[in-house]
């Protein structure tokens, strides 16, 4: 490629960035991002993000915080859809053909006659195997109970697998009197995708991934893909001397999918790849296998210290009640520092969740938070009711107009972009509905409700004021002013739009605000003993989470400080995480080295275990990616049924953190690893 014409792709990439920052301003009402000082300036740099919660503004937020020009992996799918395949090639987006986009419904039922005595042969009824598979393509069974690889058609009623069955719901269903429905997945060559890869790697670029190899609305991270070690350790082998890093990017969402909601992208330590891992890789077989794994196990810790995990819901709830109650952090936090404080109450609270004391002070803090949900309130509106009573009806009244004031000047903006709010979330609604029929591993398809409104903003937006435009130069026309007169008004109007617009969506936001105060005001107005023991049990609480913290803390980190939290960075330019955070020892070694010499308890403190990133079927009947060490076969693919949703305020709330059409490659059957809300 000339000089020139990477010039101009270069302009179209800036161009876009320019145009996609105006548009997350808006989204967003702040983003923030928390370790871009660690980004290597030049070289060869492969960003990891994860969880990807949120479509595809997940990699415009990459695009806008790392500093460097990216590109994307991308699902071919994607591309086909006119707005979004524009739009990824103008940001130098790669595409990837995904297996399961091009699953097909396999004809007649399978079933497995003999799982002890011929546990490789797959028999069919109605079946026509020798048209519908190859070795190497895979039989996918409904309900994520298996993906078994085909190493060989015999018939059309009969193939043989790669290895045995040992999953309990896999043999469930396939030796069942009926036998089982399946898919038939291909075997995919990405060897095109890799090269192109390389390529970009030795000419220095930048590629971004997300790993979980699809976009969801879980409260954890997906399985891991190996693709990505592919990328590194392949680009490293084929072109020596060459210095791949790899940063793990964990972004966190506040209410992901909702207009105006706040958003954290942090960056880790830059992950080197070692050379003995290049050598195992050029050498093949199970040596690059190995490779393969050590590295993928480099990169899942380097997530896990930028991104927060919780099992469910609840917990996810009980860990952002504990961290506003705590008593040092009782202070307004910038949300970088709530993350950061959200990330270790989770691996405080996932190592001592059996503990007695944790278990009624879960108890105590699920109660609480009933009790908030009967009066309507929020946590950090309680202390706001602590007021004498004609001090109370005073600031009502007060509050009261203020709100009047705000609304009618956000009354303008609310109304000249009525279409497109009304357009943005019918439309999404039925993307979101489309996603969830078309995937086993979303919960709800919320991942898809931002990536709509923001495409639909971005073509409405213009359309709509260029029609205003319009209107308004057809009605200067039927007066008696000059062309310049008329030409200079339908100007103005075209500029002024965008800034009356944002000036009414700021005041809305100040409205919002004050609505949202008004509920406790009324509350301690009508009901001040109720309220006055609503705040008693908060004060109750909160001791008693900052006394337990205070107590477990430094057994699980070495920096903790009951006085300051958060202990500044000698650079100043952020607040440091621990050693556990930073990613520079695992759980199990910190803990050993301190406290274990016993090997089943340091089996039981694996971070596997600890951070929730493993298998997902010892809590719940989801089957999620993950390696059987016996059989060594690739299982599941996602969760089959939604959990449990949990219910606050009235409203259901879940973590989001999304680019479903966002694609990691694999390859060879490498081992998967199993890889905020409100305020």
């Known amino acids: 490629m000339s000089r020139s014409q990477q010039k101009w792709l270069d ?7 320019w145009i996609f920052n105006i548009m997350l301003e808006v989204f967003f009402r702040e983003i923030r991002p928390r370790g871009a000082h660690k ?8 960003f990891v993000a994860a969880p990807h919660a949120n479509q595809f503004v997940d990699p415009l937020i990459v695009m806008r915080e790392c500093g460097r020009r990216v590109s994307f992996l991308i699902a071919a799918k994607s591309m086909k859809q006119k707005a979004i395949g524009f739009l990824a090639r103008v940001i130098h ?21 003999n799982p002890k005595t011929d546990p490789l042969r797959l028999v069919g009824i109605d ?4 048209t519908q598979f190859k070795p190497g393509y895979s039989v996918v069974l409904p309900g994520n109970a298996g993906k078994l690889p085909v190493v060989k058609v015999i018939s059309d009623t009969e193939i043989e697998l790669k290895s045995e069955v040992r999953e309990e719901k896999a043999l469930k269903v396939l030796t069942s009197a009926e036998g089982s429905a399946y898919k038939c997945l291909p075997l995919v060559d990405q060897e095109e995708v890799y090269e192109r890869v390389y390529a970009e790697l030795n000419n220095g670029e930048c590629i971004t991934i997300f790993p979980e190899g699809g976009s969801h609305d879980r409260a954890e991270m997906l399985p891991l893909k190996a693709g990505v070690t592919i990328m590194a350790l392949g680009a490293m082998a084929k072109y020596p001397g060459l210095d791949v890093k790899i940063v793990p990017c964990g972004l966190n969402y506040f209410h992901a999918h909702r207009f105006r909601s706040r ?50 819901d609840q917990t996810l709830m009980v860990i952002q009640a504990a961290r506003r109650l705590y008593k040092p952090a009782n202070r307004r936090l910038h949300i970088a520092q709530v993350v950061d404080l959200n990330r270790r109450f989770v691996i405080g609270y996932n190592l001592y969740k059996d503990d007695p004391k944790i278990i009624e002070l879960k108890r105590n803090v699920l109660a609480y938070n009933q009790l908030l949900k009967y009066h309507g309130l929020q946590d950090h509106q309680v202390p706001d009711i602590n007021l004498r009573e004609w001090r109370t009806f005073f600031l009502l009244v007060q509050r009261f107009f203020i709100l009047i004031v705000w609304g009618l ?18 439309l999404s609604y039925f993307k979101a509905k489309e996603a969830l029929a078309s995937s086993s ?42 062309w310049i007169k008329v030409c200079v008004v339908s100007l103005a109007t075209w500029n002024l739009l965008p800034f009356v617009s944002y000036a009414s969506m700021r005041f809305g936001e100040n409205g919002m605000d004050v609505y949202k105060s008004l509920r406790p005001l009324y509350v301690a107005l009508v009901d001040p003993d109720s309220t006055q023991n609503l705040r008693q049990n908060r004060e109750k609480l909160s001791q008693e989470i900052t006394e337990i913290i205070n107590d477990y803390g430094p057994k699980v980190f070495g920096d903790f400080d009951p006085d300051n939290v958060f202990r500044n960075d000698p650079s100043g330019s952020r607040e440091s995480v621990s050693e556990l955070g930073e990613g520079g020892k695992t759980f199990s070694q910190i803990l050993a080295s301190r406290f274990f010499n016993n090997k089943k308890a340091l089996d039981w403190l694996d971070d596997r275990n600890i951070f929730n990133l493993t298998k997902q079927e010892e809590e719940e009947e989801d089957v999620l990616h993950f390696l059987d060490k016996h059989s060594g076969m690739i299982s599941g693919g996602s969760a089959s049924e939604p959990e449990m949703v949990t219910k606050r305020n009235g409203r259901r709330t879940r973590k989001m953190a999304g680019m479903t059409s966002t694609a990691t490659p694999d390859k060879d059957n490498y081992s998967e690893k199993d890889s905020k809300k409100e305020q």
């Open 441 to 482: 591993v979303k919960v709800r398809g919320r991942d898809v409700l931002a990536t709509w409104k923001f495409l639909v903003g971005l073509i409405l937006i213009p359309t709509l004021y260029g029609l205003y435009t319009l209107i308004v130069f057809a009605f200067a026309m039927k007066t008696d002013w000059s």
């Open 127 to 130: 079946t026509q195997f020798m």
């Open 39 to 46: 980004i290597p300036r030049t070289g060869p740099v492969i």
């Open 263 to 312: 958003a954290v992208i942090e960056f880790g330590n830059p992950i080197t790849v070692p050379a003995e891992l290049i050598e195992k890789f050029e050498k093949g077989g199970s040596e690059k296998r190995e490779a393969c794994g050590t590295l993928l196990d480099n990169i899942y810790y380097g997530l896990k210290s930028v991104t927060v995990n919780a099992p469910n």
């Open 11 to 17: 302009l179209g990439y800036d161009t876009a960035l």
């Open 93 to 113: 987006a790669i595409p990837v053909i995904r297996p399961q986009d091009l699953a097909t419904k396999g004809k007649g039922r399978v079933t497995l006659l």
């Open 409 to 426: 000047l956000a009354f303008p903006g609310a109304i000249l972009n009525m279409p497109i709010m009304v357009v943005a979330k019918v």
